[in-house]
Structures are given as C-alpha cells and as structure tokens.
C-alpha cells in the first residue's frame, strides 16, 4: 500500500472514529437536552402567546432560534465528518487506479485529508460564536480543499492511466 | 467474450460462499431494499406527513387564538407524534443504505482482513443480520411505542434497533481487529487482492461517482453560503409572524402557517437532493469494484452503468424542482430512484450468475 493510499485509508478511519466518538458524546450528554430545549421553547413560545404574554413568548422564540442555529451545525458536524471519512476510505482503495504519479496523489490524499478535518471544524466553530467571522473563513477553506482534491481525483480517475 | 476471461481469471477472488460474497450480496440487497423503502416513503408518506403536520400547527395557531394553552400543548404534542412519525421512516431509510455501503465497503478489505475463512464469514453473517435488524427496529418505534416495555423509557422497537447496532459494531471491531493483524503481519494478503484492471465500467463509474459527490459538495456550500442563514431567518420571522397573528386574524394565521410548511419543504428538497447525490456518489465508486464479479455481456454491463447514473442525476435535479414544478418534478424524481434500483438489481443477477457458475464448475458441472 503506498503513501497516498495510507493517508486516506487511516486518515479516513481516524476522522470517521472521531466523528463517531464526537456523535457518542453528544447523543449522551447534548443532544436530548437540546431537543427538549428546542421543542420546549417553541411550544412555550406559543402557550405565552396563547396566554397574551408577548414578552415571554418572544423570548421564547429567540431561545428556539439559538438553541435550533447550535442543533443544525453540531448534527452536520457529526454527519459530514463521517461522510467525508467514508469518502477518503473509498477513495482510498480506488487510488491505485488514480492517472497521476505518486507526488500528486500524495498532494490530492493530504488535501483531502485536511480539507475533511477543517471544513467541519470551522462549522462546530460557528457554535461558540454565532456569525463569527474566523469560524465560516475556516469553513470555506476546508470545503474549498475537499472542492479542490475531488476535482482532480475525478479528472484522474477519468483520464488514461497510460498517459501519466 | 471478455466476460468469460475475466471469470477465469477472477475465479479465485470470490470463493463459494465466502464473507466476501455474502457481503457483495448482502450489501446491494440492502442498498437496493433501502432505496425501494424510500420512493414508497416519498410516494405514500412524505408528503401526507407534512399536510398533516401543517394542520397540527393551524391548530396550535387557532388556540393560541382562542387563548386556550391546553390546546396549544395538545397540538404540539401531535406535532411531535408526526414528526417522530416522519423521522424513524426517515432514519430506516437512511440506515438500510447506509448498511449497504458498509457492506460493500467490508467486502473490499477482506483480502486485508488477517482472520481465518470461517470467523470471517461469521463475522460477515452477523455485520448483515444487524444490518437488516437495525431499520426493522428504527420503523418500528412509532407503532411499539412503549407497549409491553421492560423499561419505561425506552421501547421494544428501540431495544432491537440498539443490539442490532450493537451487532454491526461488534462486527466491526472483529474486521478492525483482523485488519490490525494483517498490518502487523508484515502486509502479507491472507486472500488475492482485488482484480486492477481499468475497464470501461470502472473508470466510468469511478469517475462519474468522484463527479457526482463533487456536484453534491459543490451544492452543498451553494445552501450553506446562500440559504441556510436566510432559511433561519425566515422560519423566526414566520413564527413570530405566526403568534402576532393569531391574535388577529384566522386568515393570516393560515398565511403564515402554509407559509412555514412551504420552508419546510424547501429546506427538506435542498437537504435531500444535497444527500441523495453524494450517496449515489459514493454508491458508483463503491460498485465499480464489483463489476469484475458480474457475469453479463459487457453491453448489458454498461447499460447497467449509465442507467444507474442517470437515474443518480435525475433524482436529486427533479428533488430540486419539486418545488418549481409540484408533483410532476417528483414523480420523475421518483422514476430517478427507480433506475438506481433496477440498475443495482441488474448488477446483483450478474454477480449472481458469476458466482453461480463459479460454483457450478467448482463442482465440475460445467
């Protein structure tokens, strides 16, 4: 097995065993508390209003909003991280078959590699501080690389393999 | 016929009944079962589901109106019943494929997995028997419920989608393990490897599956740029919208209500079609291996290729457009998935042809 191959196969499994433990952290201990935040608040946000409590009630509705912005990106997280190691351990075992000698399949594995940590990483970000700036930046670069490394993989895999 | 030259020659990559093979097989079996469950599902739930959920919000809104929060609470909590309704049918949708592409996934490491024949196969029998268990449990959790429940928590249903997934990780862990020896053997292959050659087939479909995941990603920052934070900014605002008028009038609170089914949809088409097509994606890549295993002319084995990729670009495109154009767009979107289907069964008679007669002259019939 060469290098570029090692790189997606274990890089692969490590980011798949890591969103996994990620998802086992947070089915446990989050993910419960914050489905019951997010439907407490929004049927809280209604039963004030149906109480003529305007004030409540928007609070209420803001707190669904928040804790809803949180939900979305921490189950994306969990999910594209996987994805994106399943992706890499797939393609992994399809390398060899790859039209490019070993130094661009070395740049393409590691590209991936590191667009797959980043992309997720910048979007769990997003959490700790809603809109902030870094976080999307971070988010950007990431799926810019994974963009990037399957663009060519895809031409590599298309190409002749005797016109490396 | 180059069929019968690459049987010969692969006649000693997929041994009769070994792990391998039931993997191959259980795989598109599950992949092939869990893509029929989701068109029924779009057919005959989905969109019902979302009519109804839509109706329990009303409710809500209308008591919110008529200042009565016991009707509120009671809405919400049929909205949570249909939602949970939505989701398990959802989730056994999405866990019988994924199954599948394990499976898949498990059959190419085999060759790298340093266990004897029959703990492999063993292990195989027990990763499918969790496989299809897991979506049978998940479906049924909204029909168990917590009848004749040892718990009070948890229910039947969910008992069985848990060891079932406790199988599948027991299963895994064997392969890791197996997997872990063959690295610290020294890399020395306990089976052939799998055939390299580069047909038609395979370029096409490793390459058109790299494009596919591609379209999916590059869609995916698309939503993730352009919709996701305007999406979140429409749904308070028509919520709030929602409770302002419910104190005014019936009609604008109906406004406001289809006007939040209608974001919900729109999210839920761009969710799927973003999904659907990096699976499809993932799904071309993997079966690119198999295609040295399936005996059929190379003409039918291409037919099989392009109808697959053609029914994986038309059903997230017609997703898309469901919104655009009604039910029209989805009942193509739905003939998409029909063609993954039909495509994936096609391939699993070649592949059982070619362990058929793989086993037919290993018992010197032929």
């Not at chain 2, 993730?224 to 104190?247: C, F």
């Not at chain 2, 084995?301 to 997703?319: A, C, D, T």
């Given at each position: 097995m060469n290098r570029p191959r090692q790189v997606l196969i274990f890089g692969g499994l490590a980011l798949a065993a890591f969103g996994m433990l990620f998802g086992l952290y947070y089915a446990v201990f989050v993910e419960h508390q914050t489905l019951d935040q997010m439907g407490g608040s929004l049927a809280a946000a209604f039963v004030h209003a149906a109480e003529r409590n305007t004030a409540e009630s928007r609070s209420a509705l803001d707190a669904y909003a928040s804790t809803k912005y949180d939900y979305v990106r921490q189950v994306d997280v969990h999910s594209h991280w996987i994805g994106l190691a399943m992706l890499m351990i797939v393609l992994g075992a399809a390398f060899d078959r790859l039209a490019f000698g070993q130094r661009i399949q070395s740049a393409i594995a590691w590209t991936l590699f590191a667009g797959s940590v980043i992309f997720p990483l910048g979007v769990i970000l997003q959490t700790a501080s809603h809109g902030s700036a870094f976080a999307s930046a971070l988010a950007i670069a990431g799926s810019g690389l994974v963009i990037i490394a399957l663009a060519v993989t895809a031409f590599g895999f298309l190409r002749d393999k005797t016109a490396q | 016929m180059a069929t019968t030259v690459t049987q010969a020659r692969d006649s000693?990559?997929?041994?009769?009944?070994?792990a391998q093979r039931l993997l191959i097989f259980g795989g598109i079996a599950l992949i092939a079962g869990g893509m029929l469950f989701g068109d029924i599902f779009a057919v005959f739930v989905l969109h019902q589901n979302g009519g109804e959920t839509g109706a329990a919000l009303l409710a809500a809104s209308h008591a919110v109106a008529a200042q009565n929060p016991t009707a509120v609470k009671e809405a919400f909590a049929r909205i949570g019943g249909l939602l949970e309704d939505r989701g398990t049918k959802v989730d056994t949708h999405v866990h019988m494929t994924d199954a599948g592409y394990l499976a898949l996934l498990l059959a190419l490491v085999q060759p790298y997995v340093a266990l004897s024949a029959s703990r492999k196969k063993t292990l195989a029998r027990l990763f499918l028997l969790g496989g299809v268990l897991l979506p049978i449990g998940i479906f049924l959790i909204h029909y168990v419920g917590?009848?004749?429940?040892?718990s009070s928590v948890i229910g039947l249903a969910s008992i069985l989608a848990d060891s079932a997934g406790a199988l599948m990780i027991i299963a895994l862990l064997g392969e890791a393990w197996g997997l872990l020896h063959y690295f610290r053997s020294g890399n020395v292959s306990v089976e052939d490897e799998l055939p390299q050659d580069r047909t038609w087939e395979r370029r096409t479909l490793l390459s058109g599956g790299t494009m596919l995941v591609l379209l999916g990603f590059l869609y995916g920052v698309w939503y993730a740029g352009v919709n996701l934070y305007d999406q979140e900014a429409r749904e308070t605002k028509i919520l709030s919208a929602t409770l302002d008028a419910a104190g005014a009038s019936t009609s604008a609170v109906t406004q406001t209500v289809n006007a939040y089914g209608m974001l919900a949809a729109e999210k839920a088409v761009e969710i799927a079609a973003h999904s659907h097509i990096i699976e499809f994606g993932l799904l071309a890549i993997l079966l690119s291996f198999v295609q040295p295993y399936i005996f059929l002319s190379d003409l039918w084995k291409r037919r099989w290729v392009m109808v697959l990729l053609m029914g994986s670009i038309i059903l997230p495109i017609f997703v898309l457009l469901e919104l655009k154009i009604g039910l029209i767009a989805g009942g193509i979107a739905d003939v998409g998935g029909l063609m993954v289907i039909v495509a994936l069964v096609g391939m699993l008679v070649g592949v059982l042809r070619f362990s058929g007669s793989l086993d037919a002259q290993a018992r010197g019939l032929s």
């Amino acid at each position: 097995m060469n290098r570029p191959r090692q790189v997606l196969i274990f890089g692969g499994l490590a980011l798949a065993a890591f969103g996994m433990l990620f998802g086992l952290y947070y089915a446990v201990f989050v993910e419960h508390q914050t489905l019951d935040q997010m439907g407490g608040s929004l049927a809280a946000a209604f039963v004030h209003a149906a109480e003529r409590n305007t004030a409540e009630s928007r609070s209420a509705l803001d707190a669904y909003a928040s804790t809803k912005y949180d939900y979305v990106r921490q189950v994306d997280v969990h999910s594209h991280w996987i994805g994106l190691a399943m992706l890499m351990i797939v393609l992994g075992a399809a390398f060899d078959r790859l039209a490019f000698g070993q130094r661009i399949q070395s740049a393409i594995a590691w590209t991936l590699f590191a667009g797959s940590v980043i992309f997720p990483l910048g979007v769990i970000l997003q959490t700790a501080s809603h809109g902030s700036a870094f976080a999307s930046a971070l988010a950007i670069a990431g799926s810019g690389l994974v963009i990037i490394a399957l663009a060519v993989t895809a031409f590599g895999f298309l190409r002749d393999k005797t016109a490396q | 016929m180059a069929t019968t030259v690459t049987q010969a020659r692969d006649s000693a990559h997929l041994p009769a009944m070994s792990a391998q093979r039931l993997l191959i097989f259980g795989g598109i079996a599950l992949i092939a079962g869990g893509m029929l469950f989701g068109d029924i599902f779009a057919v005959f739930v989905l969109h019902q589901n979302g009519g109804e959920t839509g109706a329990a919000l009303l409710a809500a809104s209308h008591a919110v109106a008529a200042q009565n929060p016991t009707a509120v609470k009671e809405a919400f909590a049929r909205i949570g019943g249909l939602l949970e309704d939505r989701g398990t049918k959802v989730d056994t949708h999405v866990h019988m494929t994924d199954a599948g592409y394990l499976a898949l996934l498990l059959a190419l490491v085999q060759p790298y997995v340093a266990l004897s024949a029959s703990r492999k196969k063993t292990l195989a029998r027990l990763f499918l028997l969790g496989g299809v268990l897991l979506p049978i449990g998940i479906f049924l959790i909204h029909y168990v419920g917590l009848a004749y429940s040892p718990s009070s928590v948890i229910g039947l249903a969910s008992i069985l989608a848990d060891s079932a997934g406790a199988l599948m990780i027991i299963a895994l862990l064997g392969e890791a393990w197996g997997l872990l020896h063959y690295f610290r053997s020294g890399n020395v292959s306990v089976e052939d490897e799998l055939p390299q050659d580069r047909t038609w087939e395979r370029r096409t479909l490793l390459s058109g599956g790299t494009m596919l995941v591609l379209l999916g990603f590059l869609y995916g920052v698309w939503y993730a740029g352009v919709n996701l934070y305007d999406q979140e900014a429409r749904e308070t605002k028509i919520l709030s919208a929602t409770l302002d008028a419910a104190g005014a009038s019936t009609s604008a609170v109906t406004q406001t209500v289809n006007a939040y089914g209608m974001l919900a949809a729109e999210k839920a088409v761009e969710i799927a079609a973003h999904s659907h097509i990096i699976e499809f994606g993932l799904l071309a890549i993997l079966l690119s291996f198999v295609q040295p295993y399936i005996f059929l002319s190379d003409l039918w084995k291409r037919r099989w290729v392009m109808v697959l990729l053609m029914g994986s670009i038309i059903l997230p495109i017609f997703v898309l457009l469901e919104l655009k154009i009604g039910l029209i767009a989805g009942g193509i979107a739905d003939v998409g998935g029909l063609m993954v289907i039909v495509a994936l069964v096609g391939m699993l008679v070649g592949v059982l042809r070619f362990s058929g007669s793989l086993d037919a002259q290993a018992r010197g019939l032929s």
